[in-house]
């Protein structure tokens, strides 16, 4: 070509042209989209971190099976120690087990209350005892949990004594009866459930909570 115009110059016909900024304004927009959905989705995930709260008191309404299937699923994805994936997540609906659960981790303490706070569903995380950081995995595996729970509108808290009562015999014969191995020893549960009443407000945060390190001119220094 000759004139105005280098060779390297592209004339497109005006349709292809059209089509041509239609696509650009697409990817460029849409990408623009995707972060602005990013930025809300982060947003999102912070508040549901901060106003999830310890639940004490519970409806005796059922928690519905999809929700339930998505609070355990939400388990099944959290950090494990080398991808191990150690923990094992057992999820009691029985009245006879939930029952019977109940008083095994009540005699933990000496008392004869019920330690799940009357939630109609307690999930039990106990983890493959020979794996270095079963402890680790199975609150990560806790964590997760809690927080889909709290996005589905429902309450859990986390409850205490499964080591004791899965290194117990009674304990054992459960596993047996459940047809899981003995080796598996108890990190935590979670009491499910609709909340019976408002939660509390959150404690303060305490001062000092967070310590950066910043290496500057003068060396490493702590930065409250």
């Known amino acids: 070509m000759s004139g105005l115009f280098p060779d390297s ?3 497109l016909p005006h349709s292809y042209l059209v089509i041509a900024v239609w696509l650009f304004c697409c990817l460029y927009l849409g990408s623009i989209s995707r972060m602005e959905d990013y930025i809300c989705m982060g947003k999102n995930f912070l508040s549901l971190i901060k106003t999830c709260r310890s639940v004490r008191a519970y409806k005796s309404e059922p928690v519905p099976s999809k929700a339930l299937d998505a609070v355990l699923e939400a388990g099944t994805y959290a950090p494990t120690g080398g991808g191990h994936q150690s923990p094992t997540i057992i999820a009691i609906t029985d009245p006879k087990y939930r029952r019977e659960i109940a008083k095994l981790n009540a005699e933990v303490m000496g008392s004869n209350t019920d330690p799940y706070y009357g939630a109609p569903v307690v999930i039990l995380v106990l983890a493959d005892g020979s794996a270095s950081t079963f402890v680790e995995d199975g609150s990560c595996v806790l964590e997760n949990m809690m927080l889909a729970a709290h996005a589905l509108g429902l309450g859990t808290v986390w409850v205490h004594r499964e080591r004791e009562i899965f290194d117990s ?16 020893r108890g990190v935590g549960a979670v009491a499910l459930g609709y909340p019976a009443r408002e939660a509390s407000q959150p404690a303060a945060r305490k001062q000092n909570y967070i310590v950066r390190t910043i290496c500057g001119e003068e060396g490493t220094h702590a930065d409250q």
């Not at 015999?169 to 598996?184: D, V």
Request: without cysteine; neutral net charge; hydrophobic residues 40%.
């Open 9 to 11: 110059v592209i004339f």
């Open 169 to 184: 015999e009674s304990g054992k014969a459960l596993l047996r009866e459940w047809k899981q191995p003995e080796t598996l």
